[in-house]
């Protein structure tokens, strides 16, 4: 059995191996902020992302609804915003995002999915990043409105696992049911036409004005045409940049 434990590679940055040289210098911890908007496949990118980079994904997104199962106090504060598809408060974002990146499996790098979407979460992060002394580098995933919204009301998730797929663009084997877990598979709440609209909304208004902050900042910010080529062809893109 393959051990993937955390000394294997004696704390050397993303993408150490076997092949690394052992006394390497230890390189800044990256975030990697993917930075999208609903539909631009900020989950799917992450996803193949991790695998190869071995970084956790720090998906608010998928944090609050985790909440929200629970039915705890963070849980309970967020679930009628998230169906409305309005951003949720800033303090509380920030709170998750803070406690996940303490964790000792962030120290080397993570990937941030659907984080910062406000002015306030940008200059928060910019204040938790500089005490890490960490490196960002944002990828912008730029895609056509339309093609936003077939990718999103299309949508179906695997409630067990998270897999994403889209009746047009990605159907599971079988329709309804996830290839890997066999589970029937569901429409996200703020997946509906109205709700979709708000989120859109919500990106353009207070999300998509940090890529002027970001570049203020002098912030390494690359746009990846994620509109007319498969999600491997993207993330293949996102490797090259970042390596
Ligand atoms: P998408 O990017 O497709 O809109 P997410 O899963 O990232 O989906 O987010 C779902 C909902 O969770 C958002 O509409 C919002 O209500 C809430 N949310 C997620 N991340 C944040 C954030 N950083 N700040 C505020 N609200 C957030």
Do not use: W
């Amino acid at each position: 059995m393959e051990s993937k434990g955390q000394v294997a590679n004696g704390g050397l940055p993303a993408g150490a191996g076997s092949d690394q040289i052992p006394n390497a210098k230890p390189q800044k911890p990256l975030a990697l902020i993917l930075f999208g908007p609903p539909g631009s496949g900020k989950g799917t990118q992450s996803k193949l992302l991790l695998k190869t980079l071995d970084f956790p994904q720090i998906s608010t997104g998928d944090m609050l609804r985790e909440h929200v199962r629970r039915g705890n106090a963070v849980g309970t504060k967020v679930e009628a915003k998230m169906k409305a598809g309005i951003l949720v408060k800033d303090e509380v974002v920030n709170r998750l995002v803070e406690e996940r990146l303490a964790q000792p499996n962030a120290a080397r790098g993570f990937i941030l999915d659907g984080y910062p979407r406000t002015r306030a979460q940008a200059e928060t992060l910019c204040g938790m990043l500089a005490g890490r002394g960490a490196e960002a580098v944002v990828i912008h995933l730029v895609v056509d409105y339309n093609e936003v919204i077939a990718r999103l009301t299309g949508r179906r998730q695997c409630p067990v696992c998270g897999t994403l797929y889209n009746l047009k663009f990605k159907p599971s084997k079988v329709p309804g049911v996830c290839d890997l877990e066999g589970a029937a598979l569901i429409v996200r709440d703020d997946d509906r036409e109205e709700v979709i609209r708000e989120r859109l909304d919500a990106y353009q208004n207070q999300t998509k004005p940090l890529i002027e902050y970001f570049r203020e900042k002098g912030k390494r910010l690359y746009d990846v045409d994620a509109s007319s080529e498969p999600p491997e062809a993207v993330f293949q893109k996102i490797l090259a940049l970042i390596q």
